[in-house]
């Protein structure tokens, strides 16, 4: 089993809709949790970071985790075109020194149809 | 503030030839980090720094090599290219670990 998974899509939707994109883990030392973003030909950028489990809300996104069933989650209110990017997840343990280290998932391809 | 610059933007290779890939940060970011990204396949850490003169191996180190004299910068050297190490590049750049971040990419493509 690969420490990371995420399903790569593609995934396409209406401008308006409720996106939902998810990575499940098998590592239970993983503690923080990641979202990324990247745009065709660019670097990734942070999206959003989550310790340990719970929600967290930035305007249009909310990240979930759940650690008890190792599985996270992305939420887009309100999706609109410009939200068509890849989303990486990525996720580290927090074992010392270690914890800067970050694995990722292969990626979610969204489309944001106007 | 330019953040995390990378050059070149692209280079094509000829098996066997070298060379290097420059990475440089102006946030004074003590952790940097060396990505290579295969299409559907992730980014994969190839070599890490935790601060100036101190460098250490990711997951997919075989057939590069790194060095940190500074605290700005960051370079990853290729020896005797291979056709399997075409890929995308990135350097990252982090004060702490989840907040890590991203250059725009150097696209290598080896023939």
């Known amino acids: 089993q690969k420490e990371v998974e995420q399903d790569p899509g593609p995934l396409s939707v209406p401008e308006g809709a409720i996106v939902s994109l998810n990575c499940t883990y098998s590592?239970?030392?993983?503690?923080?949790f990641m979202w990324y973003r990247q745009y065709s030909r660019k670097g990734p950028e942070l999206l959003m970071y989550?310790?340990?489990?719970g929600n967290k809300e930035d305007g249009r996104f909310t990240a979930q985790v759940d650690k008890s069933s190792k599985y996270i989650s992305l939420f887009i209110r309100d999706s609109q075109p410009s939200d068509s990017a890849t989303y990486l997840c990525a996720m580290s343990p927090n074992s010392g020194g270690s914890n800067y280290k970050l694995t990722f998932g292969k990626g979610t391809l969204l489309t944001v149809n106007p | 503030n330019a953040g995390v610059t990378q050059t070149p933007k692209f280079r094509i290779l000829k098996i066997g030839q070298s060379m290097t890939l420059q990475c440089a940060q102006d946030?004074?970011?003590?952790?940097m980090y060396w990505y290579r990204q295969d299409p559907g396949m992730g980014l994969k850490l190839i070599y890490y720094s935790v601060g100036a003169g101190i460098t250490d191996k990711g997951e997919v180190p075989n057939g590069y090599n790194v060095s940190r004299s500074t605290t700005e910068d960051f370079p990853l050297r290729l020896e005797l290219a291979a056709p399997s190490q075409t890929s995308v590049y990135f350097c990252a750049s982090s004060p702490t670990a989840e907040t890590q971040y991203f250059g725009p990419g150097t696209r290598l493509l080896v023939l």
């Open positions: 946030m004074n970011h003590n952790y």
């Open positions: 590592n239970s030392a993983f503690q923080y």
């Open positions: 989550t310790y340990s489990s």
